[in-house]
Each structure stands twice: as structure tokens, then as C-alpha cells.
Nanobody, 120 residues
Framework: QVQLVESGGGLVQAGGSLRLSCAAS????????MGWYRQAPGKQRELVAT???????NYSDSVKGRFTISRDNAKHTVDLRMNSLKPEDTGVYYC??????????????WGQGTQVTVSS
């Protein structure tokens, strides 16, 4: 069993900062790309940022320069540091990992989501 659990969401004023964390646990052999996605009310889930095991990062244009993704391969964690938050950053943020279990095939796993609300 593999689980991804997020933490760190909450309510913040525009211009503020939040840090999201995600920890993968279970019978993990390897983790490839890890990332953060978000879903605003009435909208589709969208990519926020991803990071490879080697540390290569990718960001959506809307968060470039404001958000920073990082990971700890030994701990199977991925963080998202969000600065200069805007009301349009509001949504449920989901952690995702491309995980190969000790037994089984590589699959994409999702966390349960954490709410981020940015007030104007």
C-alpha cells in the first residue's frame, strides 16, 4: 500500500505565504516525478509544479517566480513553498507521485488534497 498525505494548507491574506508538504509512505521501491496540482471551484485540476528525482523542476506560468517546489528523495517528501499568494491561487492542492511499489507496477498516486484559501 502506498499513500501520499498532504499538510500545510489554510487561509492566508493576499501577498502572504504558505508551505505545503507531502509525504509518501508504504512499500515504496522508487519514486519518479513528484508534483503539485490544484483545482479551483468549478474548474479542472491543473498542474502547479513538478520535480524529478534529479531535481529538475517545472512550473506553470501562473506560479513561476512565486512558488518553489523541492523534494527529499530519502524521506519521500515533496514541498511547495508559495509566496506572494493571490486570490486566484485558491483551491484544493493535490500531491502526486509516480511511484513504483516494492511489489506491483509503477502507478500515479494522489493525496487526498489540502485546501488553500487566499483572501483579498
Amino acid at each position: 500500500q502506498v499513500q501520499l498525505v498532504e499538510s500545510g494548507g489554510g487561509l492566508v491574506q493576499a501577498g502572504g505565504s504558505l508551505r505545503l508538504s507531502c509525504a509518501a509512505s508504504g512499500s515504496i521501491f522508487a519514486i519518479g516525478v513528484m508534483g503539485w496540482y490544484r483545482q479551483a471551484p468549478g474548474k479542472q485540476r491543473e498542474l502547479v509544479a513538478t520535480v524529478t528525482g534529479g531535481g529538475n523542476t517545472n512550473y506553470s506560468d501562473s506560479v513561476k517566480g512565486r512558488f518553489t517546489i523541492s523534494r527529499d528523495n530519502a524521506k519521500h517528501t515533496v514541498d511547495l513553498r508559495m509566496n506572494s499568494l493571490k486570490p486566484e491561487d485558491t483551491g484544493v492542492y493535490y500531491c502526486n507521485g509516480d511511484v513504483t511499489p516494492i511489489r506491483g507496477r509503477r502507478s500515479s498516486y494522489w493525496g487526498q488534497g489540502t485546501q488553500v484559501t487566499v483572501s483579498s
